[in-house]
């Protein structure tokens, strides 16, 4: 299919189409937003597999909407924390759509996606919580403009619920994603379900679209260092893993 | 002419290339990029999946840009997209092929999802006329097979290791002797000064039918003679090196020359063995290799060194050969295309009982 050329192609302020891509949790998400406005999304509960299903989905919603990819003026794309295979589908898709259509690639972190579907009215603060399995969540902390004020960290439920109500310093937070029940009882004044725990595909092209033009790539934010051991255990793990062809 | 980028991502190389295939089946190697990953690994003494799988997805696209800046082309250029879909370690493949669909979808070009087997098993066809049929000798770190190539698509399994891959060998005894990795050049360049007629190896499977591989009981042979010794000089490693290492090239000569028996009556006047995978670069065996090829009467081919070892250019020519002959599935199809750990090339043998593990045969 040719490009379809965009109609105001020059003119000053020009249309700005941008693909949000979300793969980082239990879900695989696409959306479309031209301008500030919804044209086309798709999104489908997902556990794993999403290196076969975001490609097809791209190109179904990119159809839905009318676009060829060459379309597309930035690409805006979840980079965790989340599951690790999951981030780097997201990741290789939207840094090698970037390098195969000259487009700027933008990252955005699980969190503030989530962050983002919480209503601004509810509260001064909000925080999102996953349940980053092994006893642990991954949270952050956003003010009303979803500035962080507590970066994307992993902790013990206990913790991160410690760690949030030292930086709100006593403002009310609501509260977004499925690592908040495991917090326990939230604070008073604050909303436990303050927001969604699927992130929304259209929030990370938002959110990609007023971000500033990116300096580099989007890179993963796994906040986990990955499991190896120095030396002897883990020799030959990576041959024995690739098979021996018998 | 056919442009076609190809991106390796299967272990621990992050490789993209661009080639050219001209009508008459040639091909034009335009870029051939490589970034290997093995700093990363060194300290854990292996390839480790998750560091393998975190450095491809911090490279590739930088990597595929290398590639296609260095063959002048731009990606709009391009007449398709071939990328490694396994087998191999899942994470680094599902990286590269996404990656790849990416750019396919963008400009609505084929993609090609490649078996990194069959990228070896026609690499001796990027640098030379190396017609079907032929008998290609596979050996890498994660492989050893015998496979009867007839064209592109169609491949017999004659045999294939029963428990260790040749490199897989050559980096555990490389260990063994404190010779540390990549075992393969630790082992050749340690044999050099050494005297393989010192100790006296069994050589593998001697007595058994067919054409298959082991390597286990070699590696334990040279750790019983290690043991032996106590306290190992430099000698004495150099010595056993080389024992090591002229039995494997003697191991992988004499099964050679039993799948040459198996196909010889078929091949014609003019019969070729092409020898592919990182091991083909050791000249011990590429010695052995050509004994046996000039006694027989068959012509050897084995690909230059960069070509032997995992490189994008190899899965770009699958794909262009794959596009020349028309097995290319549609866009759709292999958009959805899932990455494969395992994916065997050729079903093993008939009556082939061993080998196979839990999940099926590995390749």
């Known amino acids: ?246 | 002419m056919t442009l076609v980028l190809g991106v390796e991502t299967s272990c621990d190389d992050t490789a993209a290339g661009v080639i050219r295939r001209r009508p008459d089946g040639a091909c034009e190697i335009l870029a051939d990029v490589v970034w290997r990953q093995y700093d990363r690994h060194a300290p854990y003494g292996g390839v480790v999946p998750e560091i393998a799988a975190r450095s491809h997805v911090e490279r590739v696209d930088q990597v595929i840009v290398h590639a296609l800046e260095k063959s002048g082309h731009i990606p709009a250029d391009l007449d398709a997209v071939a990328a490694t879909a396994g087998p191999g370690l899942i994470g680094g493949v599902m990286v590269g092929l996404t990656a790849a669909k990416a750019i396919a979808l963008a400009h609505d070009k084929p993609l090609i999802p490649v078996n990194h087997l069959e990228g070896h098993a026609l690499s001796a066809r990027l640098t030379e006329a190396a017609p079907f049929p032929y008998l290609l000798l596979l050996i890498s770190g994660g492989h050893t097979q015998l496979i009867a190539v007839a064209g592109v698509g169609r491949y017999r399994r004659l045999g294939s290791t029963i428990d260790d891959a040749a490199g897989e060998a050559f980096d555990k005894t490389a260990k063994l002797l404190g010779l540390g990795q990549p075992g393969g050049p630790r082992i050749e360049s340690a044999a050099v000064g050494g005297r393989a007629s010192r100790f006296r190896l069994p050589a593998p499977l001697a007595r058994r039918e067919g054409c298959d591989f082991s390597f286990s009981g070699l590696k334990t042979a040279v750790r019983l003679a290690a043991e032996e010794i106590g306290t190992p000089t430099g000698q004495d490693v150099a010595d056993l090196a080389a024992a090591f290492q002229a039995t494997a090239a003697a191991h992988l000569a004499a099964r050679t020359g039993r799948a040459m028996d198996m196909v010889e009556a078929d091949f014609g006047a003019d019969p070729r063995l092409v020898v592919a995978g990182g091991v083909a670069a050791n000249c011990a065996i590429k010695a052995a290799l050509k004994e046996l090829a000039d006694r027989r009467g068959w012509r050897l081919i084995v690909p230059p060194p960069k070509y032997c070892t995992d490189n994008g250019a190899m899965i770009a020519w699958a794909g262009a050969e794959r596009l020349a002959a028309g097995l290319v599935p549609s866009l759709a199809e292999a958009l959805a295309f899932a990455p494969r750990a395992r994916w065997p090339l050729a079903p093993p043998p008939p009556g082939r009982a061993h080998g196979g593990g839990r999940k099926g045969p590995k390749a």
């Open chain 1, 1 to 246: 299919m040719p490009a379809l050329p965009n109609d105001d192609f020059g003119a000053k302020d020009r249309t700005m189409i941008v693909l949000g891509l979300d793969t980082a949790l239990k879900a695989c998400s696409a959306a479309i937003l031209k301008d500030g406005a919804p044209l086309a999304r798709t999104s489908a509960p997902l556990e794993r597999g999403h290196a076969e299903r975001l490609a097809p989905m791209v190109a179904g919603t990119l159809a839905a909407a009318g676009l060829s990819a060459r379309d597309i003026d930035r690409v805006g794309v979840v980079v965790g924390p989340g599951t690790f295979a999951g981030v780097r589908v997201g990741l290789a898709f939207a840094r090698g759509l970037a390098v195969g259509t000259g487009i700027e690639a933008v990252g955005v972190t699980s969190l503030a996606a989530l962050a983002a579907g919480i209503a601004t009215a509810t509260a001064p603060l909000r925080a999102a919580v996953i349940d980053a399995r092994r006893g642990q969540v991954y949270a952050a902390l956003y003010d009303a403009a979803l500035v962080p004020r507590l970066e994307p960290f992993v902790a013990a439920p206990e913790e991160a619920l410690r760690r949030l109500m030292d930086a709100a310093g006593g403002a009310a937070v609501a509260l977004a994603g499925d690592g908040v029940a495991p917090m326990g009882p939230a604070p008073k004044g604050w909303i436990a379900e303050g927001g969604p725990d699927v992130i929304d595909a259209m929030a990370v092209a938002r959110l990609a679209a007023g971000a500033a033009r990116p300096e580099a790539p989007p890179a993963p934010l796994y906040l986990r260092p990955p499991d190896a051991r120095p030396a002897a255990a883990a020799a030959f793990a990576g041959l024995l893993a690739r098979g021996d062809a018998p």
